[in-house]
């Protein structure tokens, strides 16, 4: 994918500049994946991504340029985020109402740091869908 400069500061407009910038990177990566899920090795399944994974991801994070920045490295993240613990969705949120469990994983990324994988397990059919990606500070 094409090098993005990702404004640093935390103005409303610093914060909306990286909002598109999340919306704009995952319209490539699903042009670029069009089955849209990657195998993720610790959890021997596929993790979907949905429109949920990026109206979530662009909300939380474009408040801080690492998570933004940690946005870009999706497909590896994806792919080996390790499992930290399941939980029951939380009382309240409207969009964790369709999971069953919330899977909370991380990823230590070489040279950048532990990055936040949540996962959502819809009720029925199972299928794990990507929530949110934050970077841990």
């Known amino acids: 994918m094409n090098k993005i400069t990702i404004p640093e500061g935390i103005t409303i407009e ?27 090795i610790d959890l021997k399944d596929f993790i979907h991504i949905r429109f949920l994974s990026i109206e979530e991801t662009s909300q939380k994070a474009s408040n801080r340029y690492k998570s933004t920045l940690a946005v870009t490295y999706l497909t590896e993240i994806l792919e080996k985020a390790k499992t930290v613990k399941r939980t029951q969705p939380k009382q309240g949120i409207e969009n964790q109402k369709r999971f069953s469990e919330v899977i909370s994983m991380e990823y230590d990324k070489k040279d950048f740091g532990k990055i936040k994988l949540t996962v959502g397990v819809l009720r029925g059919s199972k299928q794990k869908i990507q929530y949110c990606i934050t970077a841990i500070e």
């Open 14 to 40: 610093d914060i909306k500049l990286r909002k598109k910038i999340i919306k704009e990177f995952y319209a490539i990566w699903n042009a670029v994946n069009p089955t849209k899920h990657i195998y993720n």
